[in-house]
C-alpha cells in the first residue's frame, strides 16, 4: 500500500533540495588532499522505497568517497564470521567522543566502545583480514552485489594519501594491539581500513545498497535475503546510537533514524519498514556530519512524519 503518491515526493524532494542550496556554511574534509579538491557545491538526494521505488534529485550519479560509511559493510561481513563472540572485542556503547578519539581506548583496555568510531572500524578490519581469504575481494564483492553495479571500486588516491596521513588510526591500531585484541599486522589491518574507507558510490548506489537494513534484511530489489533480520535490527540499533559521531543524540531527537555519515559528505538513513534516504554534499559541520546532508534528512523525515520513536 502506497504511502505517498510518487509525484509528490518528487516535488518534495525537488523543493528540498532547493533549500539545502542555500545553505553555505560547512568546510570540505581537508586532511587528505584527495578530498580536499572535491567540488564543495554538489549536492545530491535520493530517497528509495521498499517497493522498489527510487526518487533522485541533483548529482545523484557523482561518484564521491564513502569513508566512514564503509563501515557498516565490514560490520556485517565480520558478524557473520564471529557471531555473538564479536562482542568480546567490540562494545556496543555509544562514545561521546570524536569518532578517532585514542584516550578511551586507553582506559577500556583496547576495546573501542562501538563498531561505528574508527578504532572499531579497524577492529572489525582486523577480523575480516583474520577471516577472509581476501578481505578487499570479500568486501568488493559483497558492495557490486548489493549495489548490483560491478563497477564499483575503490579510489586509490584515496587510499593512498589515507595511509599517509593516518598516523591517529595506526596509533589506534597499535594500541589495540598492545592489548592482544588485534590478531593480524597492523599494516594489513590498517590497510585493509584505509582501503575500505577510499570505496568510491554515488548518492544513487547508496541509498540502493542499504535498503534491506530497512527491509529486516532483505534487499527489495533483488528480493535476496542479505542479513538475518536480527543481524538488521541490531545493525540499525548501532546506527541510532552511535551513526552520526557525536551529533547521534541530536539526530535521534530531531530526524528519529538510524543513519551513518561519512566525512566524503555522504549521509545514508534506514527508515525500517519505508525505505532509505542518502543525502550528499561534501561542506561538513563541525561534527563532520554534511551540512546540506543533514538539513536534507531532516527535512525529508520530518515532513514524511519517518521518526521510529
Ligand atoms: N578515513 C577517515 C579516518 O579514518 C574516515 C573517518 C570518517 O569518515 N569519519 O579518519
Not at 9 to 19: D, V
Not at 172 to 199: G, P, T
Amino acid at each position: 500500500q502506497k504511502i505517498h503518491a510518487p509525484d509528490d515526493l518528487n516535488r518534495l524532494l525537488k523543493e528540498i533540495h532547493q533549500q539545502a542550496m542555500q545553505i553555505h556554511s560547512g568546510k570540505v574534509a581537508d586532511y587528505i588532499p584527495a578530498l580536499a579538491a572535491v567540488e564543495p557545491e554538489q549536492c545530491a538526494l535520493t530517497l528509495t522505497t521498499l517497493d522498489g521505488e527510487v526518487f533522485n534529485v541533483g548529482n545523484t550519479d557523482t561518484l564521491f568517497s564513502i569513508q566512514s560509511i564503509s563501515k557498516i559493510f565490514g560490520l556485517m561481513m565480520a558478524m557473520d564470521r564471529l557471531g555473538d563472540d564479536l562482542w568480546q572485542r567490540v562494545k556496543m556503547e555509544p562514545s561521546g567522543q570524536a569518532f578517532n578519539s585514542i584516550v578511551q581506548l586507553e582506559w577500556e583496555k583496547g576495546i573501542p566502545r562501538n563498531p561505528m568510531i574508527n578504532a572499531g572500524a579497524i577492529l572489525i578490519s582486523d577480523v575480516l583480514v583474520s577471516h577472509y581469504s581476501t578481505s578487499k575481494n570479500a568486501v568488493m564483492s559483497l558492495v557490486r552485489n548489493l549495489c548490483g553495479n560491478d563497477r564499483i571500486y575503490a579510489d586509490e588516491d584515496v587510499h593512498a594519501s589515507e595511509k599517509e596521513h593516518g598516523h591517529r588510526n595506526a596509533a589506534s591500531a597499535h594500541l589495540m594491539k598492545s592489548f592482544n585484541n588485534i590478531e593480524a599486522d597492523v599494516d594489513e589491518v590498517l590497510d585493509h581500513y584505509f582501503w575500505q574507507c577510499a570505496i568510491s558510490m554515488t548518492c544513487e548506489n547508496l541509498a540502493r545498497s542499504f535498503t534491506f537494513l530497512a527491509n529486516a534484511g532483505v534487499c527489495p530489489f533483488s528480493q535476496r535475503e542479505i542479513i538475518s533480520k536480527r543481524d538488521a535490527q541490531r545493525i540499525n540499533a548501532l546506527l541510532s546510537t552511535s551513526g552520526m559521531y557525536d551529533q547521534s543524540g541530536e539526530f535521534a531527537f530531531t530526524v528519529g533514524v538510524p543513519a551513518k555519515s561519512g566525512v566524503g559528505g555522504g549521509i545514508v538513513a534506514i527508515v525500517p519498514d519505508f525505505g532509505v534516504i542518502s543525502a550528499w554534499s561534501p561542506k561538513l559541520n563541525e561534527f563532520g556530519n554534511s551540512a546540506r546532508g543533514m538539513f536534507m534528512v531532516r527535512e525529508l523525515a520530518n515532513r514524511l512524519g519517518l521518526s521510529v520513536y
